[in-house]
Structure formats: C-alpha cells, structure tokens
C-alpha cells in the first residue's frame, strides 16, 4: 500500500513500517539470484513410524542464507515469495533436492520419502503434475516416495482449479498430505471430497495436548477422523515423551518433531541417520545377548 500511496503515503507510516516493506521488496528482488547462488538450503527433519522407532522419511524445510540479514525462517519469506510467481522456481528448486535425496538413499538400499511443501499456485497450475511426473521419471524414483503437502485454504483458495490438479497427482501415485489440519478452513467434512493420503496434525494442537484438554481434544478426533477416512495421520510439534506416548496411545502413525529432531542440513541429517542407526543396531545385538 506504501508504494501506492507515493512518496507522501510512505511518510504517513512509522521509519519502521517502511523498512518492513524495504526488506519485504528487497526478498521479492533477491529472491531468484538466491536460489541461483546457492544462499537457499533444503533442511530435513525426520518422521518416524509409531509406535516404533523406524524412520519412515523426511520433509524438506527451506531456509534461507542472506547475506545482510543472515538465516530467514521460511515463515518469513515464503508469504512475501508465494505473491508472485517465484514461488514456482521454489517449489522445482525444492522437488529437485528432494528427488535426489530419494534417489541416493535408494542407491544406498534405503527406501524413505521426502516430503514437499507445495504453495497455492502450484495448486492451480495445470501444467504442475506433468512437471512432477517428468522429474520422477528423470530421477527414476516409485512415485510413493514423494509426498507433497498442501494446506486446506490453499485448496480452497482455487477449488476449481485445485482438485483436478490433486486428482492428476493422486493418480500418479504421489502421496497427498493435508497439511497444518485443525487451522484455517479445516472442515473435517470436506476432508472425504479430497484425493488424498495423509492428514498433517497442526503443530498448536500437539505442542498443547499436554497442558490444554481442549488441543487434546482435537489431536484425538483428527487422529480418530483420519482413520475412519482410511487416512494415515502424522503429528508434526511432538516435543516430548509424553506427547508422544499420548500420540501412541491415540493410534497416531507417525511423529515428527523436536524430540526427534529438529530439521537439519543434509549432511547433518545423515549423520544422525547413521548415529540412530548404529544404535539401533547395538540396542538390537545387547537383546540378543541377554536373551
Ligand atoms: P510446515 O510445513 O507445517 O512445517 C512444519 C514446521 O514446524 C517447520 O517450520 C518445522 O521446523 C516446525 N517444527 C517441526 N517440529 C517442531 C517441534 O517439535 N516444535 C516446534 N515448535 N516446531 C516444529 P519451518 O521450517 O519454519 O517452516 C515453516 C513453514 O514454511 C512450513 O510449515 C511450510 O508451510 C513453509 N515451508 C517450508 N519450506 C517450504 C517450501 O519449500 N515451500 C513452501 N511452499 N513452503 C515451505
Ligand atoms: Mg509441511
Ligand atoms: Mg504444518
Ligand atoms: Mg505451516
């Protein structure tokens, strides 16, 4: 609205509303050099299977390297980025990552998914699930190991347009995740119209189950709604133990979260991989012996 207003509108608003919008131009403008140069990093957090430990996958999570303002979260540049169509270099810059990660585990005999975010505009582009099917057949990768994530109101922004883009990439095979459930539109009811595999719990809800009965609440009906919907449910925001066993308690299938791991850079996340790993197989050798 600043830049509307002309140089009169910007000197109604405070010396710091106008550096929001500086700053705010400024990641628009940058935004395409960044991804070229190498300033923006996929991260992946891990989710595990429940109730046991095994590691099912990841999602990508970008951030952002500046070099005046140093690491953006995505919350930050993502809204500012997905107003214009450089989100759609985001979205194939990310897929890209995600596809060679895939593959290279799979080359390491390791069969884990990567999860995407998609924005609202890849979901009311019709060209995208061709994109997707080009990348999964130059990568050589079984489409059940992408999963792409998109929220509710993204579908609902573009209805129309959305669900045959979705149905397109359900019948590919891709896995369909609703992503950050409980917030925004979320209308349990219109949940069974959608073509898709997996239900996302929004992390308020699990980060609260623990102190708020009313969170606790909903975490229970989503699990429970997703099951009767033949939906796998990740729970994203698990933190802690008791969360966590709560979650197993409820049926949940799969956690993701701090108590896990935060997201990491890949290397760092390989790493931890092969550190759990390498546990895994100790705690596995010490049962035999004592058995
Ligand atoms: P999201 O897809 O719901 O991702 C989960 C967010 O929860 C991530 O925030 C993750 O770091 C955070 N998180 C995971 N476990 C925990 C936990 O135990 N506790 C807490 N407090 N937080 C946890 P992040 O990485 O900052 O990403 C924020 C959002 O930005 C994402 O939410 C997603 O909507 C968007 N985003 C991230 N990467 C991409 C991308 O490549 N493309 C698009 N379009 N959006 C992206
Ligand atoms: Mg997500
Ligand atoms: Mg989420
Ligand atoms: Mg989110």
């Known amino acids: 609205r600043a830049a509307r207003n002309g140089e009169d509108g910007v000197r109604c608003y405070a010396p710091a509303m106008g550096q929001v919008f500086l700053r705010r131009f400024q990641l628009v403008t940058q935004f395409r050099h960044a991804i070229d140069s190498g300033q923006i990093e996929v991260h992946y957090q891990p989710k595990v299977a429940l109730p046991g430990r095994q590691v099912v996958g990841a999602e990508a999570l970008v951030r952002w390297w500046h070099p005046e303002y140093g690491r953006l979260d995505p ?90 883009v979705l149905r397109r990439l359900h019948t590919m095979g891709v896995v369909l995740a609703v992503d950050d459930f409980g917030t925004g539109y979320s209308s349990l009811a219109y949940l069974r119209h959608l073509p898709v595999d997996e239900v996302k719990i929004d992390k308020s809800f699990v980060l609260g189950m623990g102190t708020d009965l009313s969170d606790l609440a909903v975490v229970r009906t989503i699990v429970e709604l997703g099951h009767s919907l033949d939906l796998a449910v990740v729970a994203e925001g698990v933190e802690d133990d008791i969360s966590r066993d709560q979650l197993v308690g409820m049926g949940c299938d799969v956690a993701q979260g701090y108590l896990l791991s935060r997201p990491l850079p890949e290397e760092r996340f390989e790493a931890w991989l092969e550190a759990r790993t390498k546990r895994e197989i100790d705690a596995r050798s010490e049962t035999v012996l004592t058995l």
Request: proline fraction near 6%; charge should be negative; include cysteine.
């Open 75 to 164: 919350d930050e540049f993502i809204p500012v980025v997905e107003a214009t169509g450089l989100v759609d270099a985001l979205t194939a810059f990310v897929l890209e990552c995600a596809l060679i990660k895939i593959r290279d585990w799979l080359d390491r005999g390791m069969r884990m998914s990567v999860a995407v975010n998609l924005s609202v505009r890849n979901l009311a582009d019709e060209s995208f699930p061709d994109r997707v099917a080009d990348a999964l057949q130059r990568h050589d990768i079984p489409p059940e190991l992408l999963t792409l994530e998109l929220t509710e109101s993204s579908v609902m922004a573009d209805r129309e347009r959305s669900l045959p």
